[in-house]
């Protein structure tokens, strides 16, 4: 009897113990006890890189096709591919012919324009000539009339003659003004046109010493010569574009051309520093910086793409070439984020879910994410530093650690 008094409470109070559990596993969070390994919400140093591959190129300037501007045959050719030239070395020569016929006719023309310019005022030619004595029989018509106003200005004053008479002599005279002004006039005009001819014979010579220069090709920069187009012995037409001799590049001046995808270009920025390998040397690393951004995109494969011009130093210009394929790496800034294991994430109806531990419960709670690095994941918004999340919660129908709109990146992504 006394044991009957024990066991029943015993069985009711296990009952009560049973049912209280049971409602407790029919809410919707999960018990955090029973759920597995948890981790800390902790602040972390992203450091992210962005991918990229692209090509080396030579900078604006550093390559240059040189031509020749007027048409001729290849006299001599001086250049062949992989020459180092400097600036201002002679690389061909056309035949010069037909410029110097053009050059010593110039002459001519300017020592005639001198001796007419010379001979000004001594054996001028006849329009100068005319002009001259026009003015000279204008000057003495103007010395008459005007001795002559002179006197009839005195006989007016003496009453010897009329008014008419003194009038009459003052137009003369200023008609004789008139006539001189306008000869010398002429005559300037006269001698102007002969200094005119003469700076013209002289121009004309000056544009054809020019275009006997342009029998001798020089290198505009230094460099050395990529491309060959020409032979000795070649007649070339000069048109509306120059024909190419050769095509000179300075190995100095390089730079890389990155295609960034339009997902990770919202990260790059000017001066970053970044370093690229090569297929011709795949175990060296190359530093370069970004030096610029091409605001027009470019399609690739149906992708947009921007390109990301990197800065090459000068010291690599005996190992990189032209057109060498670049796997590219850009170093983002560091930064401080709090972040949780990426395992620790699930999505949910449609959004990334984090199940937080509350005492023995956990519960979900929306987040947003930010970069990946590596095994981590940035949370922006959703979560407190110090709160703790479990690293295995319940699956529920979405792949674990995966963050939405995530672009995978070797070391960084967003």
């Known amino acids: 009897m006394l044991k009957r008094q024990f066991v029943i409470p015993a ?10 559990v049971a409602a407790l596993r029919g809410r919707g969070g999960a018990d955090a006890g029973a759920s ?18 692209g090509a080396v190129r030579a900078r604006i300037g550093a390559e240059v096709r040189v031509g020749s501007r007027i048409s001729g045959r290849v006299q001599r050719l001086r250049a062949n591919i992989g020459d180092v030239v400097q600036k201002g070395q002679v690389i061909a020569e056309l035949e010069t012919a037909e410029a110097d016929a053009t050059v010593a006719e110039r002459r001519a023309e300017v020592e005639l324009a001198d001796a007419k310019l010379a001979a000004r005022d001594t054996l001028s030619p006849e329009g100068l000539a005319r002009a001259r004595a026009e003015v000279a029989r204008a000057e ?14 005195q006989l007016l004053k003496d009453r010897v003659t009329t008014v008419a008479d003194a009038e009459a002599a003052r137009e003369r005279h200023l008609v004789a003004q ?5 000869a010398r006039r002429d005559f300037d005009l006269a001698l102007r046109e002969t200094r005119a001819e003469h700076a013209r014979a002289v121009a004309a010579l000056q544009r054809a010493l020019v275009d006997q220069s342009f ?3 020089t290198a505009p920069i230094a460099g050395t010569i990529a491309s060959v187009s020409t032979q000795e012995g070649e007649t070339v037409a000069a048109g509306l574009s120059a024909p190419t001799f050769v095509t000179i590049v300075d190995l100095h001046r390089l730079q890389v051309h990155a295609y960034v995808d339009e997902v990770d270009i919202g990260k790059v920025q000017l001066g970053q520093r970044s370093a690229f390998t090569v297929d011709a040397f795949p175990a060296r690393d190359f530093s370069g910086r970004v030096s610029a951004i091409y605001p027009n995109a470019t399609l690739q ?15 690599y210009a005996d190992v990189l070439r032209p057109e060498m394929t670049a796997s590219v790496r850009i170093a983002l800034e560091p930064r401080e984020v709090l972040a949780v ?3 620790a994430l699930r999505r949910e109806g449609g959004r990334s879910v984090l199940y937080v531990v509350t005492g023995r419960r956990a519960e979900p709670r929306p987040v947003r994410v930010g970069w990946r690095d590596g095994p981590w994941l940035e949370i922006v918004e959703g979560v407190r530093e110090g709160e703790r999340v479990l690293l295995d919660p319940p ?3 979405a792949a674990p650690g995966a963050a939405p709109g995530a672009a995978p990146g070797a070391g960084g992504e967003r």
């Open 11 to 20: 069985l009711v109070v296990a009952v009560v113990v049973l049912v209280l």
């Open 36 to 53: 597995g390994e948890t981790a800390s919400v902790e602040r972390r140093t992203f450091v992210a890189t962005v991918l990229a591959v």
């Open 140 to 153: 003495a018509t103007e010395k008459l009339t005007a001795a002559e106003w002179d006197r009839q200005q």
């Open 178 to 182: 008139a006539q001189l002004a306008s």
């Open 215 to 217: 029998t001798v090709i």
């Open 301 to 315: 494969d149906n992708v947009v793409k921007y390109v990301v011009v990197l800065d090459v130093a000068e010291r």
């Open 341 to 343: 294991p990426a395992r």
């Open 395 to 397: 699956a529920s129908g």
